[in-house]
């Protein structure tokens, strides 16, 4: 896929909501990314990230371009972290409240805390966007996510392509899922089990990894290998570190690109590991599609505008929300490359070895 083709995804819909904010310049510009305005009046639109341990993202993407395009609109923001604390989350909730913000963009905790947070900032009149995340049973105004279930559809079809190119077109896989309270791992789930069971493999062990820890990641993984023997032709695992953390346990045991493992986030290791053959595919989620076009959203909607380019979509079973949802792409090493042509990251920093440079240039990741 070209750097073009990869820049495309959700552009349509991040246009169509760009246009509708227009270029208001209400608020002054809040502090530079790293940090966050927390100026006593005037901050228009509040963003409360989940962590820093589940995923790097975080803090080294969705803050710093959601940071950018709050200056650019010179909207107000304040952006904290609640650092996988759910009395914290809910703490910067109240106090993003007391603020008098008129938007909360959302990345829930659990969908519990998300929902009181969402009912608080109705009864203010406060409008809210799940980001990333869907709030099960929440009252949020928006939803700007990846379409989730065709993310997990990526890994499992990507981890069936791995499994034949290894002459196993049948066999025990593994499932090692996400936290089993962040509603984007069922959703995963639901894309990659099904992938994996129309293509004639069964289910031999499934089990979620409290949290998103690696740690305890890689503990769940080696005692499901060893009560299997080791018998699995392929480890589904639902993002790049926990399979980064199968691919450890496969590695102690000799095993390390010999049974393909999944991921996604296209993460600086899970590219590597992809390129040395350890990880089978990631998935690439364009994280400045989705911050664009939630923040766009959100300036919309902090500077009076009516939006446009939401459509009215199924994010969960059984509710509708106005949404919008962006496409995945299955990450192989023969399209790393387009990773980095599309700004994502840099070969400087996947290319750090003498192994990997040597595959970097094998598949043209310059």
């Known amino acids: 896929?070209?750097?073009?083709s990869l820049a495309a995804v959700g552009a349509v819909v991040v246009s169509l909501l760009l246009a509708a904010c227009g270029s208001s310049t209400s608020g002054g510009g809040s502090s530079a990314s790293g940090g966050s305005s927390t100026a006593a009046g005037g901050v228009q639109v509040g963003v409360i990230l989940p962590d820093t341990a589940s995923?790097?993202?975080?803090?080294?993407?969705?803050?710093?371009?959601?940071?950018?395009?709050?200056?650019?609109?010179?909207?107000k923001a304040d952006i904290q972290n609640a650092q996988g604390d759910k009395a914290k989350w809910s703490t910067l909730c109240?106090?993003?409240?007391n603020e008098g913000v008129k938007v909360l963009v959302l990345v829930n905790l659990d969908s519990e805390t998300g929902k009181a947070c969402e009912t608080k900032a109705g009864a203010q009149g406060i409008k809210t966007i799940d980001y990333d995340r869907y709030t099960i049973g929440?009252?949020?105004?928006?939803y700007v996510s990846f379409d989730n279930?065709?993310?997990?559809?990526?890994?499992?079809?990507?981890?069936v392509k791995c499994m034949k190119a290894n002459g196993k077109t049948s066999g025990p896989v593994a499932l090692l899922n996400g936290s089993p309270t962040d509603n984007n791992a069922s959703l995963f789930k639901q894309g990659y089990e099904a992938a994996i069971k129309a293509a004639g493999y069964t289910i031999a062990a499934d089990q979620s990894v409290p949290d998103w820890d690696n740690t305890k990641a890689g503990t769940i993984f080696e005692q499901m290998f060893t009560k299997a023997n080791g018998n699995f032709v392929g480890v589904d695992a639902a993002n790049d570190g926990l399979g980064g953390a199968v691919v450890a346990v496969l590695a102690k045991n000799g095993l390390a690109g010999k049974i393909p493992v999944t991921g996604q986030d296209a993460t600086d290791e899970g590219l590597q590991r992809v390129l040395?053959?350890?990880q089978c595919v990631t998935v690439y989620?364009?994280?400045?599609?989705e911050a664009d076009a939630a923040s766009a959203l959100a300036i919309a909607l902090a500077t009076g505008k009516e939006p446009t380019g939401v459509a009215?979509?199924?994010?969960?079973?059984?509710?509708?929300?106005?949404?919008?949802?962006?496409?995945?792409?299955?990450?192989?090493?023969e399209n790393v490359k387009d990773v980095v042509a599309d700004g994502f990251t840099t070969a400087a920093n996947i290319c750090t070895t003498a192994e990997l440079k040597a595959a970097c240039t094998k598949y043209g990741v310059s």
Do not use: C, H
């Open 1 to 4: 896929m070209s750097k073009r």
């Open 55 to 75: 995923s790097k993202r975080w803090e080294n993407n969705d803050r710093p371009l959601l940071q950018a395009a709050f200056d650019t609109a010179g909207v």
């Open 94 to 97: 109240d106090q993003m409240i």
């Open 138 to 142: 929440g009252s949020a105004s928006y």
């Open 149 to 159: 279930i065709a993310v997990g559809t990526a890994e499992g079809e990507g981890l």
């Open 276 to 278: 040395l053959g350890t």
């Open 285 to 289: 989620k364009a994280i400045k599609a």
């Open 312 to 333: 009215d979509s199924t994010p969960y079973p059984g509710q509708t929300k106005p949404s919008v949802l962006l496409k995945p792409v299955a990450i192989f090493p």
